[in-house]
């Protein structure tokens, strides 16, 4: 049974950081893309970023280059997203998702996670 489980969301400070990971059940990392959505109350979902089953990154949106990095641990099964420097626009909640290539349209995906909130304040 494919699943994907979101960890890591919660509140921080502008400037601050956090790490997201992506932990992956049902299948190996070579098997699917996996990719990072957001969605922001009252916005459409917006792809962040993506790792392809060969394990090259190929793409972050404009709004996160240089602040946000994607990795992927293939002993954990999971695809970590660390976010430093964030914003207040960064607040949304955060998805994961496995498809069968990097898209950067949400309905591409096959199978998604249940998302973890993030929230930029002071």
């Known amino acids: 049974q494919v699943q994907l489980v979101e960890s890591g969301g919660g509140l921080v400070q502008p400037g601050g950081s956090l790490r997201l990971s992506c932990a992956v059940s049902?299948?190996?990392?070579?098997?699917?893309?996996i990719a990072w959505f957001r969605q922001a109350p009252g916005k459409e979902r917006e792809g962040v970023s993506c790792i392809s089953r060969s394990d090259t990154i190929t793409f972050y949106a404009d709004s996160v280059k240089g602040r946000f990095t994607l990795s992927r641990d293939n002993a954990k099964n999971t695809i970590d997203l660390q976010m430093n420097n964030l914003k207040p626009e960064d607040t949304a909640v955060y998805y994961c998702?496995?498809?069968?290539?990097?898209?950067?349209?949400?309905?591409?995906?096959?199978?998604w996670g249940q998302g973890t909130q993030v929230t930029v304040s002071s």
């Open positions: 049902g299948f190996g990392l070579d098997y699917y893309a």
């Open positions: 998702a496995a498809g069968s290539r990097c898209w950067k349209t949400s309905y591409e995906y096959n199978y």
